[in-house]
């Protein structure tokens, strides 16, 4: 009967982590996406600054 009943609880666990880890997938790679992003345009703002005092 234990044994049953830790099967159940590791089912439900594992059931639980898949849909978790199925949630914060995207939510993460957009954050980091988000963050690349925003490091690129720091990166560039000043060239394009420096290329438009030139002209």
Do not use: C, N
């Amino acid at each position: 009967m234990l044994e049953q009943a830790a099967d159940f609880y590791d089912e439900e666990m594992a059931r639980w982590v898949e849909w978790f880890v199925k949630l914060f997938e995207p939510i993460l790679m957009t954050v980091i996406g988000v963050l690349i992003g925003f490091i690129v345009m720091l990166m560039y703002l000043p060239i394009f600054e420096l290329a438009s005092s030139i002209q």
